[in-house]
């Protein structure tokens, strides 16, 4: 038996598919809540499926969604940098910083307070 075969009857591969499933309905629901507030707080629109394409230069309202995307990914869900930054194919160091300046701009910032007292309404 290969180590495949082995795992799979013990039911590993099907915790870890169950895992994943669990991830990405969460990954989903805050990138589609985020990124709604977002766009109703700077009051200009993108389409979800841009949120982790384009790493410099990014329109202000894919950032404010992006930042508090990971914000409420790591804070409220729990999820680890590493598996966020797997997400969004950007290193655990980018994500940490996006999230640092995000806690940081929640407070100085009109359009990321108002955008993350959106989300929380939401969740």
Known sequence: ???KNKRQKRGIINKMSESNSYYNRIF????????????EATGRSFDVSE????????????????SLTFVVLHDIYGIT?????????????????????ARMYRFSDTI??????????EL
């Open 1 to 3: 038996d290969t180590r």
């Open 28 to 39: 989903s629901k805050a990138e589609s809540v985020c990124s709604k507030c977002a766009m």
């Open 51 to 66: 949120l982790y394409s384009g790493k410099t230069k990014t329109m202000l309202v894919v950032s404010v969604a992006r």
């Open 81 to 101: 940098y590493r598996r966020i930054a797997m997400r969004a194919d950007m290193s655990e160091k980018a994500v940490m910083k996006s999230v640092s300046k």
């Open 112 to 121: 990321y307070n108002r955008a993350y007292k959106l989300i929380n309404q």
